[in-house]
């Protein structure tokens, strides 16, 4: 995927006008957060299941190269085998290798976040492999040339409209209008492809080290015939995805569902062990494992290393009023919202990314939603820091920061500066108090007037009552 | 150096140590071999009559549907009455015992049986659950010759046979149930299930019948 994360200002802007997307927002705004408060209201455990979570993973990165030489010797006694690679360079050319050596032709895709993040789809296709996405929502995205605008629902940026145009387009059928039928037509296509196809790529959302396990968690079960009818089965995953145990991988579960979806559960959790067993009648022959790094093991042990807790629930996206805003692609890379803010950087470079850290309100939403306690808002200001350190931030916010720190350092000044720029902007405001242009703050003023400063300043205030509590 | 030292060599230099300390290595077989409990939710913690009731509740509520029976004999007349009511004739059964071991003579007029693996276009299918787990109305199945996995995916219709008395509180009584079953090495896939096949991916609106099974129908028996 084209990185478009330094567009983002421009981007934004466009995407707040294009009514389409507006509309397309608003069934995210009004299903996910809604449904999400209530399931957490039906588990009085959940804020409790989320310290136990967020201890675990704390303890999982403290443990992460042990816990990973498990996974990958019980992998390989249940028959498959794990792939390290470093880099997503690393791991498009294993997963082609291994397409290879099975004469691939065609390949069914489970929905995977990673496979986005190393590009495969366009590089199985350079090198003469057919990528067959079969997750409703990356279906849809494939036959339109598109990308997730979502971690978990992909085509959220999208109406009905344009799943009815690029159906019709693309399966030479008559156009439906009904979501059903529309869902009813892609399960007859894909059901051709599930058969055909010569290997199936799944993600993971847990890797278990006790059992050499792979999960996958799923609505549609499209990653189960993804995995089951192929000769091969490849699972692409990333190395912080491993836990210890079976009941650790269920507290982790008992989360995620609920914080993503507002489901109690979802419909298909399924664990891979390995390849078929000798008398199985069906699965795959062949069982794979790629652990992508890309950039993960640099956060261990950083100020970020907290961001590797991350379980890809979205509710962070689904709470935050910018994304809401602006909706996934404005952030011009594969992951969107606070935790893409946070994580994009890391993989793509911060000279790239600069302005996804500082795209926040600093509201904490994201933060008190997230099922780990991932501290979002702070993660993103340790990026912005880094972002001033470097050198990157514009002249005219190095030089306003600089002012402010200056007259912040100094109290006179500041007092006698913030009073008198407050006395100016009642004056400005005039009879209606809100002042429709201002100097250096047009981001502001474009969009909606600035309300003036209403009474005294603070430390006018305080001085006023410190007199009248002396007096009585 | 390969990905595999790179990877590793960066990990424990932001843990800033070389290998683990024997501590470090005990805690992490200590939490393996244990495989101890996390906080277990208060709802899969009650009586044996109100986990049947609870799981009952959140199967349908999953849109599954559930099926009492007396006893495992009743089955094919009531499978074959499922099936009717669905406009469904064709039958995959798995091939455990349990289930050929039945009456299905009795009902041949009606349904169709046939054992093998799941096949595109097949109407319905019939396999075994090893438990239901009360806490969300799951169930779990796993593979084995027997029971092979196409059948849990590719029918538009998926039945399910579940003792009563395999319904158990939370999903770590499943664990430890597949534990004492397969010992040392888990079959090569455990599906839990919880309703039939649905997706939101278009304008957010719950469609059911994606690419699973349509309609999911649990017999609980006992």
Avoid at chain 1, 101 to 121: F, H, P, R, Y
Avoid at chain 1, 193 to 209: E, H, K, P, R, Y
Avoid at chain 2, 108 to 113: G, P, V
Avoid at chain 2, 157 to 172: A, C, F, N
Wanted: a negative charge.
């Amino acid at each position: 995927m084209q990185i478009k994360s330094p567009e983002f200002k421009q981007s934004a802007r466009i995407a707040l006008q294009d009514v389409n997307l507006q509309k397309a927002l608003g069934n995210l705004k009004a299903g996910f957060p809604g449904k999400r408060a209530a399931a957490v209201a039906r588990m009085p455990e959940f804020d409790r299941l989320r310290d136990e979570a967020r201890d675990l993973k704390n303890h999982i990165l403290e443990h992460l190269d042990l816990y990973l030489e498990e996974f990958e010797a019980r992998v390989v006694e249940n028959g498959g085998q794990v792939h390290w690679c470093r880099t997503a360079d690393d791991a498009r050319q294993t997963i082609l290798q291994i397409c290879r050596e099975q004469n691939a032709k065609t390949v069914t895709k489970g929905k995977s976040m990673v496979t986005e993040e190393i590009n495969l789809n366009e590089y199985l296709e350079e090198n003469g492999i057919h990528p067959v996405e079969t997750d409703l929502g990356e279906y849809i995205l494939q036959l339109r040339g598109d990308h997730p605008s979502h971690i978990i629902a992909p085509a959220i940026h999208l109406n009905l409209e344009d799943v009815s145009e690029a159906f019709h387009e693309h399966h030479k059928r008559p156009k439906l209008t009904d979501p059903a039928a529309l869902m009813a037509e892609a399960r007859e296509m894909l059901r051709k492809q599930f058969v055909a196809a010569d290997v199936g790529i799944t993600g993971a959302n847990f890797l278990v080290a006790e059992t050499g396990s792979t999960i996958i968690v799923t609505n549609e079960g499209n990653g189960d015939l993804t995995q089951t009818l192929p000769k091969t089965h490849i699972v692409v995953s990333s190395i912080e995805k491993v836990v210890p145990t079976l009941e650790d991988m269920t507290l982790f579960l008992r989360l995620l569902a609920r914080s993503a979806t507002g489901q109690e559960f979802s419909v298909y959790n399924t664990l891979s062990s390995g390849n078929r067993r000798p008398d199985d009648q069906d699965g795959p022959e062949n069982f794979h494992v790629v652990l992508v790094d890309n950039g993960r093991s640099d956060m261990v042990g950083t100020e970020f290393q907290e961001m590797l807790r991350c379980i890809r629930c979205s509710a962070c996206m689904n709470h935050c009023p910018v994304y809401g805003a602006v909706g996934g692609h404005s952030y011009g890379w594969v992951y969107p919202g606070p935790m893409g803010s946070v994580l994009t950087p890391q993989m793509i470079g911060i000279e790239q990314a600069a302005l996804l850290p500082n795209a926040s309100t600093a509201c904490g939403k994201c933060e008190e939603v997230c099922p780990v306690r991932i501290p979002l808002p702070k993660l993103m200001r340790h990026w912005r820091e880094k972002e001033f350190e470097q050198h990157l931030t514009p002249r005219a916010v190095r030089w306003g920061l600089g002012s402010w720190a200056f007259l912040a350092t100094h109290p006179m000044l500041y007092r006698l500066f913030s009073s008198s720029a407050s006395r100016l902007m009642r004056l400005l405001g005039g009879q209606k108090g809100r002042i429709s242009k201002l100097p250096l703050a047009s981001g502001w003023t474009d969009h909606r007037d600035m309300p003036v400063p209403t009474g005294k300043t603070f430390m006018q205030q305080w001085q006023a009552r410190q007199k009248q509590e002396n007096k009585s | 150096m390969s990905s595999r030292a790179e990877i590793f060599a960066n990990i424990r230099h932001g843990l800033r140590r070389s290998e683990a300390t024997d501590a470090q290595r005990e805690a992490v077989q200590h939490r393996l071999q244990q495989h101890p409990r996390n906080l277990i939710p208060a709802r899969g913690q009650q009586a044996p009559e109100a986990q049947v009731e609870l799981f009952i509740r959140m199967a349908q509520e999953a849109a599954a549907e559930v099926v009492t029976l007396e006893n495992i004999e009743q089955l094919p007349e009531a499978v074959a009455d499922t099936l009717e009511s669905k406009g469904q004739h064709e039958l995959i059964l798995a091939s455990d015992e349990t289930l050929t071991a039945l009456g299905w003579a009795a009902v041949h007029e009606r349904i169709r049986c046939h054992q093998r693996v799941g096949q595109v276009g097949d109407e319905a299918s019939l396999t075994l659950a090893l438990v239901g787990i009360a806490e969300t109305g799951t169930l779990m199945l796993y593979s084995r010759p027997d029971s092979p996995t196409t059948l849990n995916f590719l029918p538009d219709t998926h039945l399910v046979v579940l003792q009563r008395k395999d319904i158990v509180g939370v999903y770590e009584d499943g664990w430890d149930r597949l534990r004492s079953l397969c010992s040392g090495r888990l079959p090569r896939t455990v599906n839990l299930i919880t309703g039939p096949s649905r997706s939101a991916d278009i304008e957010q609106k719950l469609q059911m019948g994606a690419h699973g099974p349509r309609q999911l129908v649990i017999y609980l028996i006992g």
